[in-house]
């Protein structure tokens, strides 16, 4: 008995073991998944995200696959205990699709980060469920239907931004209309930003109770209602208040001054109305007031009063008020706005009297616009004090006298408007020192004399309007010094003479009005070779016979009437026909017939030998590449004018990079903000010319997301007459790979500055988009490319961090090359350090001389040195530098930044430091083999791009696979 007790304990303590033994395989197997027990729902819902995207150009998406755990996957954060869901970041992945309901069951969520992408369709109302949601971004899509009423559920937001999307109908009252009940779990809400929809009818009430509210958005919508008049009591945290662009009306709420944290209003393009009586002096952190385009003022004389409140605002910066119907004089505390004040806007208003005294006190002022009132008195010279002016606009008042002088000191002014006053005396020479004037209208006044040829010799002046004035004289020759005109209107003056020949060379021209003067003469032949949209030469004494070529073919745009003597043109001109003594004019002399064809000999024999010279270059061009454009596909053409503003002046504030053939300078196209990079060619320098044709070739025939985007070119002339051309690309956020390895420092778009690192895995990233990029180049372009100038300096990374390859100035086209005649030689072209060493022989332009430039950039991200450091003399390059460290040394030679973060402090400090620590040396071990097989002196012996593509994928999944286990 006692013996079978014994047994039957053994065979039960065995199926115990057995039985513990099948349980720990199973949770062996489930955690050997790529959804941990626990989380499989988060999986599923990002999978069926995942589904509803149908388009992903930038392959963000890849990633997500059962390879790895979900929690590695782009674009997603988890929490580190329980492993869910809790961030979801895909913001500008260009991706096209709707939003899958499954989203409601990241139950863990507390961002929601979509924003500037394609979504289109409805909010899913399951969001609402998502009640620890913190952030919802959806801003920038194109989101449609109603607001999801829902959304009081989510009791955490702090952020609620669905700006820009194609929303309609009215605010739905569940969204704000239950507090202190259902709302007020919205207790949290900071940031509410719907700006830019169709959203209609009146905000719920019950919105204006969000009582820690700080950005209020709403702006360029159609919602309409009363502003409530207590909103700066119960909305006392606002910062921001964007409401333009809609159809709010009534008086603006005196409480607003409550709400003393307010920097920003933006309350124009409404329908507010009555007097302003907010005491704006209580809001001393406003920056921004913009009042404009309402129906402000009352009709009483005396409306301006609360200037004397503004004075306290010493931190504004921009006040908006044109465009209602304020009325009264300019009070005289006008002289104690902030000095950081740089734009004053009062035009079309009611505003009379003089300006008063103390305007110079302005001195940080840009732009002062009163265009349009009941001004009176004299210019006050005290204006040409503010030198900052760029723009000054006292059209359509009641202003006498002369132009002050004093003007001769604003050489930053780009806009003068004087137009529709009651100037007398002379065009002040002095004029002439604003270089930098694009538009000049002094029209309809009382100016005399003759017009200073000091003004004919800014060279940025792209419209000029003097009409409707008494001035005499000829038309100065000297004109054509204002190479950029576009817009000449000299009519109804005394001008008297011939229409002078040096109009000829303004090339860019396009309206000129010379009627009702006194010119004589014939109409000059070359007009009709001007590209001319308007000419306007009625009323004058011209003679002779109307060209039927050109701007004279189109009677719509053309107008010579009231010239007694002119006959011929096109009948509907209506002019009398041309008289045997007038045709004789068109009749050709003997001497002039023979002179004739010897120029047309000439010239066709010039032609052939052009042809001759240029019929190699000719032959590179692709079959079917129309020779009519250097840009094949329609890019929006930008004017000298226009890369100016953008780039203010090219200031050097925004230059970012200086190479062999030119400066890179950043700035925002005026047209639609679009921040750009604007390469600017120096063809003084020998090959840049040559630079900017090949760059312009290659960009117009290639498209990668891993290659820099071009905008457009800029073929011109400069306000000197100088020939002029500019690459114009997308801007790209953080700048260039070299000041990332280089530089300890960036500077933030504010003007500060920040560390900055690179750690390994955004190393091995940037390393796949440069190896995608020229994978694409070599073997997937319908013509092949070499890009020649490969360098980290050349590779540009974007907000995602996200590396595009630039700088094609030195491409060549691989067809090119094998063509018998072809120079297939560089040189030593390129950047000595990334230069292929065959180059230097004289040897062809291969693939294989970019994977060498490939190789020497691996080699300098995973070290942190250029081939150029002082440490590789006597023969010792950074090939064999990090050859020689292979296995054993790569820690030794690594970039000490990699280091840093292998060393960085974690829970389990000694394990998982070390852990760290093997899996960065492993993944050194494997990239600097690459840099190392990439740059081997034979060009053959080199990696190709897909091998080592497939290297780096596999390199980077081992790193996630291991960090996912620290």
């Not at 002019?575 to 000439?602: A, E, F, W, Y």
Request: charged content about 15%; overall charge neutral.
């Amino acid at each position: 008995m006692k013996m079978q007790g014994i047994i039957s304990y053994a065979i039960c303590y065995q199926a115990l073991l057995l039985l513990l033994f099948q349980i720990l395989s199973s949770q062996s197997r489930t955690n050997a998944t790529p959804t941990f027990s626990g989380n499989a729902t988060d999986h599923l819902a990002l999978i069926a995200f995942k589904s509803k995207i149908s388009n992903d150009p930038q392959g963000i998406l890849k990633s997500w696959n059962d390879s790895i755990h979900f929690c590695w996957w782009a674009g997603i954060t988890c929490s580190h205990r329980r492993h869910r869901v809790t961030i979801l970041d895909l913001s500008s992945r260009g991706l096209m699709g709707s939003l899958s309901p499954s989203i409601g069951n990241l139950s863990f969520l507390r961002e929601i980060r979509l924003s500037n992408n394609s979504f289109h369709g409805d909010i899913p109302p399951e969001i609402g469920r998502l009640f620890r949601l913190q952030l919802l971004n959806l801003s920038y899509n194109s989101f449609e239907g109603k607001l999801p009423s829902n959304l009081s559920s989510c009791s955490n937001l702090n952020v609620l931004q669905f700006g820009d999307n194609k929303f309609a109908g009215k605010l739905p009252v569940e969204l704000a209309s239950m507090i202190p009940d259902a709302l007020g779990r919205l207790r949290s809400l900071r940031f509410l930003g719907l700006g830019g929809n169709n959203l209609s009818g009146k905000i719920p009430p019950s919105i204006y109770n969000l009582s820690i509210l700080s950005i209020f958005s709403l702006a360029d919508n159609e919602l309409e209602g009363d502003v409530p008049w207590d909103i700066g009591l119960t909305l006392p945290h606002l910062t921001w208040l964007q409401i333009w662009g809609n159809s709010f009306r009534g008086q603006i709420p005196v409480t607003l001054s409550n709400a003393s944290k307010l920097e920003y209003i933006e309350l124009e393009k409404n329908n507010f109305s009555g007097k302003v009586t907010v005491p704006f002096g209580h809001l001393q952190q406003l920056s921004f007031l913009n009042l404009g385009e309402n129906h402000l003022g009352s009709g009483e004389p005396d409306e301006m009063h609360f200037f004397s409140s503004l004075a306290n605002c010493s931190n504004l910066e921009r006040l908006g008020l044109g465009g209602n119907k304020l009325s009264g004089r300019l009070p005289d505390s006008i002289a104690n706005l902030s000095t950081n004040l740089m734009g004053l806007n009062l035009g079309d208003n009611n505003i009379f009297g003089e300006i008063p005294s103390g305007l110079e006190n302005l001195v940080g002022l840009n732009w002062f616009a009163v265009g349009n009132n009941q001004l009176i008195g004299k210019i006050p010279r005290e204006i040409g004090l503010l030198k900052q002016l760029q723009l000054i606009d006292l059209s359509k008042n009641k202003f006498s006298g002369e132009i002050p002088d004093s003007f001769r000191n604003l050489t930053l002014l780009y806009e003068l408007d004087l137009d529709y006053n009651k100037l007398n005396g002379s065009i002040p020479s002095s004029l002439g020192n604003c270089q930098n004037l694009i538009s000049l209208t002094i029209n309809d006044n009382d100016l005399s004399d003759s017009i200073p040829k000091e003004l004919f010799s800014i060279s940025s002046l792209s419209r000029l309007d003097v009409s409707e004035n008494k001035l005499s004289g000829k038309i100065p020759s000297s004109l054509s010094g204002c190479t950029s005109l576009e817009i000449l209107k000299l009519e109804k003056n005394e001008f008297q003479g011939n229409i002078p020949p040096s109009l000829s060379s303004m090339r860019g021209i396009r309206a000129i009005d010379l009627s009702c003067n006194n010119l004589t003469g014939n109409i000059p032949q070359y007009m009709e070779k001007l590209a001319l949209e308007y000419l306007n030469l009625s009323f004058n004494n011209l003679e002779g016979e109307v060209s039927t070529e050109g701007i004279f073919a189109n009677a719509s745009v053309v107008f010579v009437g009231g010239n007694k003597k002119l006959c011929g043109g096109i009948a509907q001109l209506g002019l009398p026909k041309c008289n045997s003594k007038q045709g004789d004019r068109g009749k050709l002399s003997p001497v002039m017939t023979i002179t004739i064809v010897v120029s047309i000999t000439c010239a066709i024999i010039g032609v052939i030998v052009v042809s001759f010279f240029l019929f190699g270059w000719s032959k590179r061009k692709n079959k079917g590449q129309s020779s009519g454009s250097l840009m094949r596909e329609p890019f929006r053409q930008l004017s000298y004018e226009a890369i100016l503003q953008a780039t203010d002046g090219f200031s050097s504030t925004n230059l970012i990079g200086k190479g062999s053939f030119g400066s890179v300078y950043k700035g925002v196209l005026q047209e639609d903000g679009t921040n750009v990079a604007v390469k600017v060619l120096d063809l003084e320098h020998r090959g840049a010319f040559k630079s900017f044709l090949a760059e312009c070739e290659a960009l117009s025939n290639i498209r990668h997301r891993n290659l820099v985007k071009i905008v457009t070119s800029c073929s011109s002339i400069d306000f000197k007459g100088n020939d002029f051309k500019a690459l114009i690309y997308e801007l790209m956020a953080n700048g260039s790979l070299e000041n990332w390895l280089h530089s300890s420092v960036q500077e933030t778009n504010n003007g500060q500055s920040k560390v900055q690192s690179l750690n390994l895995l955004q190393r091995i990233s940037i390393a796949i988009d440069v190896a995608s990029a020229l994978d694409y180049l070599h073997h997937h372009c319908l013509n092949p490319i070499v890009h020649c100038d490969l360098k980290p300096s050349n590779v540009l990374l974007d907000n995602d961090m996200t590396a595009h390859v630039g700088d094609f100035g030195l491409a060549r086209y691989f067809s090119e090359l094998r063509m018998p005649n072809a120079s297939s030689s560089v040189g030593v072209r390129g950047t000595i350090g990334y230069t292929a060493p065959e180059y230097g022989m004289g040897s062809e332009v291969t693939v294989q001389g970019d994977v060498y430039s490939y190789g020497i950039l691996v080699l300098e991200m995973m070290t942190g040195k250029r081939p150029t450091d002082s440490l590789f003399e006597g023969g010792l390059n950074l090939h064999n530098y990090a050859k020689t460290a292979l296995p054993d040394q790569v820690m030794e030679i690594a970039d000490p930044k990699l280091l840093h973060e292998a060393q960085a402090a974690t829970i389990n400090s000694q394990i998982r430091v070390q852990a760290r620590y093997n899996s960065l040396r492993d993944c050194l071990i494997s990239m600097i083999r690459i840099g190392v097989a990439c740059s081997v002196e034979s060009p053959q012996d080199r990696m190709t791009t897909s091998a080592v593509l497939t290297e780096l994928h596999m390199i980077r999944n081992n790193l996630l696979r291991s960090q996912a286990h620290y």
